[in-house]
C-alpha cells in the first residue's frame, strides 16, 4: 500500500527560473490536494482536483503557479518566475471518495536562491 | 478569512502524564474537525477526525468537539517520547470536503 509520493523531495532553483513539482496520489483515491507550507506556519490551501479539472483553484496565489492533472492520477504543479518568497515545502494530499481526511506525501522542498 | 488558533506553544509534559492541546475556529459553518501530528521535517499525519459535539477515542488519543464554543482540543493519555511532535489543528472551510484551515500547531515535548 503506497502512501503519496512526490518528487523530487528538494529542489533548489535560482529566482526566475520555472520548476515542476510531481505527485502520485494513494490509489483509488480521486480526490487530490495542493498545499504549502512555510516555517512555523501550518499548510495553506493551493487548490483541489476531482478527476482531471481543477475543482477549486482559489487558493493559488497568483498567475504563475498552475497545475495540472490530465489522466485524473498524477499531478504536477508548475511555478514560473519563481520568486524567494515561493520557498516552502509543497505538500500533496489525496483523499478516498467522499471524505475530507487528508493523506499527505512526505513534501517537495523549495529553495528559490 | 477563517482563523484557526492554536496554544502557541511548546509544550512540556513528563512521560506517562496527560497532555492538553486545544484550539479554536472562527467558522461557525465548519462541520469536519481534524489533528494531525507532524515530527520535524516530515509531513502531517492524520491522527484524529471528529464531527460530532462530544468526545471521540482512539488508543491514547481523545478528541472533544463543542461547536457552540467553537472549539476542539486532543488529549493524549500516557504521554510517551514519540509524542514529541508539533500537532496541527484543521477545520475544513467551505464547499470542498478538503480545504482545510490548518493552525500554526502546537509543539509537544514530552521528557523521559
Known amino acids: 500500500g503506497a502512501g503519496v509520493s512526490q518528487t523530487p523531495s528538494n529542489k533548489v532553483t535560482e529566482k526566475g527560473k520555472y520548476v515542476e513539482l510531481r505527485c502520485d496520489p494513494i490509489?483509488?483515491?480521486?480526490?487530490l490536494y495542493w498545499y504549502r507550507q512555510s516555517l512555523g506556519q501550518g499548510p495553506e490551501f493551493l487548490i483541489y482536483?476531482?478527476?482531471?479539472?481543477?475543482?477549486?483553484d482559489s487558493g493559488l496565489p497568483n498567475d504563475r503557479f498552475f497545475a495540472v492533472r490530465p489522466e485524473g492520477s498524477v499531478s504536477t504543479l508548475k511555478i514560473q518566475r519563481t520568486e524567494r518568497g515561493d520557498s516552502a515545502v509543497y505538500l500533496c494530499?489525496?483523499?478516498?471518495?467522499?471524505?475530507?481526511?487528508?493523506?499527505f506525501g512526505e513534501g517537495s522542498r523549495l529553495t528559490v536562491l | 478569512q477563517k482563523e484557526v488558533e492554536q496554544n502557541s506553544g511548546p509544550l512540556s509534559v513528563p512521560e506517562g502524564a496527560i497532555a492538553s492541546l486545544n484550539c479554536t475556529y472562527s467558522?461557525?459553518?465548519?462541520?469536519?474537525f481534524f489533528w494531525y501530528r507532524q515530527y520535524s521535517g516530515k509531513s502531517p499525519e492524520l491522527i484524529m477526525s471528529?464531527?460530532?459535539?462530544g468526545d471521540k477515542e482512539d488508543g491514547r488519543f481523545t478528541a472533544q468537539l463543542n461547536k457552540a464554543s467553537q472549539y476542539v482540543s486532543l488529549l493524549i493519555r500516557d504521554s510517551q517520547p514519540s509524542d514529541s511532535a508539533t500537532y496541527l489543528c484543521?477545520?475544513?472551510?467551505?464547499?470542498?470536503?478538503?480545504?482545510?484551515?490548518f493552525g500554526r500547531g502546537t509543539q509537544l515535548t514530552v521528557w523521559p
Open positions: 484543521a477545520v475544513n472551510g467551505g464547499s470542498t470536503l478538503g480545504r482545510l484551515y
Open positions: 494530499a489525496s483523499s478516498p471518495p467522499g471524505s475530507g481526511e487528508l493523506f
Open positions: 467558522d461557525r459553518g465548519s462541520q469536519s
Open positions: 482536483f476531482q478527476g482531471t479539472g481543477a475543482a477549486d
Open positions: 471528529i464531527y460530532s459535539n
Open positions: 490509489s483509488g483515491h480521486t480526490a
